[in-house]
Nanobody
């Protein structure tokens, strides 16, 4: 079992930055790929970014490439999402997730077995 707790959400103006963090329980954190997904009101949950267990490979949705950066610290059991140049369309509840599927699957929500409760990000002036 892995428990995930997100933090760092909030209200930010367009063009601003936020850093989301996800803390994971357990002693086998490095065995899990980690992903960030988001869900806006009335929309389906969508992939944002993912990182393999070792941190060697990262993946991004086209809509966030060049603006968001995913990273992890396996010694601290944390994964982060640095979000820069935020846009109103980035407004959503952001979820972190953990899974042990092959890296070519980790852009899909189906690859993840554990999910956090979500943190709200609102981009508005």
């Amino acid at each position: 079992q892995v428990q995930l707790v997100e933090s760092g959400g909030g209200l930010v103006q367009p063009g601003g930055s936020l850093r989301l963090s996800c803390a994971a329980s357990g002693r086998t954190f490095s065995r899990y790929a980690m992903g960030w997904f988001r869900q806006a009101p009335g929309k389906e949950r969508e992939f944002v970014a993912a990182i393999t267990g070792s941190g060697a490979h990262t993946y991004y949705a086209e809509s966030v490439k060049g603006r968001f950066t995913i990273s992890r610290d396996n010694a601290k059991n944390t994964v982060n999402l640095q979000m820069n140049s935020l846009k109103p369309e980035d407004t959503a509840v952001y979820y972190c997730a953990a899974g042990q599927r092959p890296r070519w699957e980790i852009v899909s929500a189906a690859a993840y077995d554990y999910w956090g409760q979500g943190t709200q990000v609102t981009v508005s002036s």
